[in-house]
């Protein structure tokens, strides 16, 4: 996994992909070939038998009738397992110890051929581009250095990998083919090959802390408060809440809380909003990791820290993918929506290194703005409709990770359609914080002629069927892969 620091020639961000889009044609130039990805080492796989001890992937049916029945404690469980399998300690060639998930490649890997030079490029998160969402800085000088700004870096499991590089799928000239090739069949929908069942694409969020924040011992960064009030765009900079980490291994917190207002000037006089860096997964800046990574808004330096605080997981075990998002939190057991005490309570007792100071949310379902009617997972609405041919009526499933989604307005989502409750009544949502993941990636998809009738956008949660001729039609489906959308060339 050892790789020279070379400067990627070109990152595909969305907005580079959302020209393609407007211009409503694919490239006509060839990409790379990403044949090497399928004869060298992409990382470690995921463990055949989970740590509660059911085989992964799970079969279909099995997660099928756990979702048709309710049945969030099995759902729950199956999170947990997947984060214990990320966040498992496994023995790297270059590195020694690292999480399971670290031996993973990126996208960027992937479409220039797995070649081990190639580092991992930490930038801003894609979504945030398409959404056109903008940090703008509230805190005052007074607070001291307060961390919320995040990077990431889309990672691919082994089996995603080798499915991405077997249909050249970061090719936009082959890309084409798939299209022209479905639509010549008269084939509706129109979608690329379906990752195998043992797919897993992950996308982990970072904060770095430089070297010199570091020295000082203690360094603030914005921690998850729950919901506003009312619905409405949260972003990181409007939390105004505050952990700081202490780098020197010394604390232990017995009495979790946050610093409301960020204003600590001694974070070291309170021992309760300080939190040790063994409290989150992470990785120290050295000799031997540092040509490992880009950080396209700024070098890397010895010493700098690269702090996990949020992945959303994805596994393709069934046709909608299973989701599931994980998000640092300073108090796990009582963590605050989109998560809950009842998923915190699922957590298995042995969990590797700080995977269990995560909170994870994987749907709760609601009829009403900041009320959880119950617990749910793994569907669009609640209860559950088919793949093919449902309605979107009964209770909204929230799933959105507050360091990715929060910020969200109305103007990111298009379009906004109902779920329809008991009574005529109905339930729209319209921001970042009452989003659906498997709503949204359901949408990922190019244009695959000239003028499509509509290309898909992001959408908040509703349930649609996935042959949906309204938002498909003219259009490739990415098998939910927002990701090969914004780096394919």
Not at 127 to 141: C, D, E, R, S
Not at 143 to 158: F, H, K, L
Request: charged share 15%; with cysteine.
């Amino acid at each position: 996994m050892k790789y020279k620091a070379n400067i990627i020639n070109s990152v595909i961000l969305m907005g580079v992909c959302n020209l393609l889009i407007a211009n409503s044609a694919f490239a006509q130039t060839a990409g790379p070939i990403s044949a090497n990805c399928l004869h060298s080492y992409v990382g470690d796989p995921m463990p055949k038998q989970l740590i509660s001890g059911i085989p992964f992937p799970t079969a279909d049916v099995t997660l099928d009738v756990w979702v048709k029945n309710q049945n969030y404690e099995k759902m729950n469980q199956h999170s947990w397992d997947i984060w214990a399998a990320l966040t498992e300690r496994v023995n790297d060639s270059d590195w020694g110890v690292v999480s399971r998930f670290e031996t993973w490649k990126t996208p960027d890997q992937i479409a220039n051929n797995c070649q081990q030079e190639q580092a991992v490029t930490l930038k801003k998160p894609n979504q945030f581009h398409h959404a056109n969402i903008v940090n703008n800085k509230k805190y005052p000088p007074k607070t001291g250095q307060i961390n919320d700004s995040i990077i990431e870096a889309v990672r691919y499991s082994p089996a995603a990998t080798h499915h991405a590089a077997k249909y050249d799928l970061f090719n936009l000239v082959s890309l084409q083919k798939i299209y022209n090739a479905q639509k010549g069949q008269g084939v509706f929908p129109i979608q690329i090959p379906d990752f195998p069942a043992q797919a897993v694409t992950i996308k982990p969020v970072y904060k770095v802390f430089t070297q010199n924040t570091v020295n000082e011992n203690y360094a603030g960064m914005t921690s998850w408060p729950g919901l506003p009030k009312t619905a409405r765009a949260f972003p990181e900079t409007d939390w105004n809440t505050c952990v700081y980490i202490d780098f020197t291994n010394n604390t232990s917190n017995n009495d979790p809380q946050l610093d409301k207002g960020c204003d600590a000037k001694n974070p070291s006089k309170n021992s309760n909003i300080v939190y040790n860096i063994k409290d989150f997964i992470h990785i120290e800046i050295t000799e031997q990791n540092i040509d490992d990574f880009i950080h396209l808004e700024n070098s890397l330096s010895l010493g700098d820290y690269v702090v996990l605080v949020a992945m959303h997981v994805t596994t393709r075990e069934i046709t909608r993918w299973t989701w599931q998002t994980y998000f640092w939190s300073h108090n796990p057991d009582q963590p605050s929506l989109p998560s809950t005490v009842e998923k915190a309570n699922a957590r298995p007792a042995m969990m590797p290194l700080a995977s269990d100071h995560y909170a994870m949310a994987n749907g709760y379902a609601t009829v009403k703005y900041g009320t959880k009617q119950s617990e749910a997972g793994y569907a669009m609405v609640w209860p559950a409709q088919p793949d093919l041919g449902g309605k979107s009526v009964g209770a909204g499933v929230v799933v959105f990770n507050p360091y990715l989604e929060a910020g969200f307005t109305p103007a990111t989502f298009n379009p906004k359609n109902p779920i329809l409750g008991k009574n005529g009544s109905s339930y729209t949502a319209k921001f970042g914080i009452q989003s659906n993941c498997m709503s949204c990636h359901a949408m990922a998809a190019l244009p695959g002629e000239q003028n499509p009738p509509t290309h898909p956008n992001y959408v908040a949660d509703f349930y649609y069927s996935l042959d949906n001729k309204k938002f498909f039609e003219g259009n490739l489906k990415m098998d939910f892969a927002w990701s090969i959308t914004s780096t394919a060339k």
